[in-house]
């Protein structure tokens, strides 16, 4: 469970629906996932939480750092490190007003919170990508309303069926009022498209992973990988760092009329002038083919 803060960010039109920062480096890492390693982004850190389905933090921070060290044993650049986090689900208040919530003053919204401060500017925020719940960030924006002028939240998560949008599993049935606050207070981009992961590294491939030390993490987690679309999470990260893998998106604005559901964020309906933007339509096989281009690249991994 996890998410990634990055910034110096321009993604090309269509990747996605916002301008951002452009690149301004070579051989940089979003994150320690081996699908977007030396991508032309300038990571900042990777927050782990626990959530219900990988419910201890202890264990989930164990494996992040051994994937992070393992990728700067092997030659990576600047890996962000990892921060552990260890907010609960936000409680609604009684009142059901977003800003009577009381905050889990989180290590993850501290972060985000401190981070975007020093680094955004006001044509350049920070991009959080969430490939979990959105409990940090709503609780980012408890602490300090003004995050959401520095932050642009780019999730894997929810549902789309045409024309609508969902905010449930994945990831958006793990905290829905954390959901309620995200999708009204920042500019929210859900990616709600997602593919067979188990493609991207077969094993037919095992024998052409890199002799490092990242490549045998790569071998060791390639048979537990998850063989169910929406548990490909590093979607969020593919729409945002990948030219060419979001093929369609819908602008789009909460739906708040139903009033707040327990297990779920609000439904996501078309507006032209909406904060939201759902990725719809994406082109899965370039991950694998980008990601088999780095690996392949004897360059990648350092002299």
Request: glycine share 6%; hydrophobic share 40%.
């Amino acid at each position: 469970s996890e998410v990634f803060l990055v910034r110096n960010l321009e993604v090309p039109r269509p990747a996605l629906p916002l301008q951002l920062p452009r690149p301004l480096c070579h051989r940089r890492l979003i994150s320690p996932s081996p699908s977007l390693a030396n991508s032309r982004q300038d990571g900042i850190s990777t927050l782990i939480n626990a959530s219900k389905i990988w419910g201890d933090l202890a264990i989930n921070g164990s494996g992040w750092n051994d994937l992070v060290n393992a990728a700067r044993s092997s030659g990576l650049e600047n890996i962000p490190g990892v921060t552990e986090s260890a907010g609960v689900p936000l409680v609604v208040p009684a009142d059901g007003q977003i800003d009577s919530t009381v905050s889990n003053n989180s290590a993850g919204a501290q972060f985000i919170r401190d981070r975007s401060t020093q680094l955004s500017q006001p044509d350049l925020p920070v991009v959080v990508v969430s490939a979990t719940s959105l409990t940090d960030l709503a609780d980012a924006y408890l602490l300090d309303h003004s995050v959401v002028d520095r932050v642009v939240v780019v999730a894997a998560l929810g549902g789309y069926s045409a024309p609508n949008a969902s905010m449930n599993a994945p990831n958006g049935d793990m905290d829905p009022w954390a959901d309620w606050i995200v999708s009204q207070r920042f500019r929210y981009v859900q990616v709600s498209a997602y593919y067979d992961q188990t493609e991207d590294v077969t094993t037919a491939d095992l024998a052409n992973l890199p002799q490092n030390a990242l490549g045998n993490r790569i071998a060791t987690k390639q048979p537990n990988i998850i063989p169910i679309p929406q548990a490909s999470d590093q979607v969020a990260l593919l729409a945002m760092g990948l030219p060419g893998f979001t093929v369609s998106f819908q602008q789009m604005s909460p739906d708040t009329s139903g009033g707040f559901d327990p297990t779920q964020g609000p439904p996501l309906v078309p507006d032209p002038n909406g904060n939201a933007w759902v990725v719809t339509q994406i082109n899965a096989p370039i991950a694998r083919s980008r990601l088999w281009q780095m690996l392949s690249d004897p360059q990648i991994f350092g002299p």
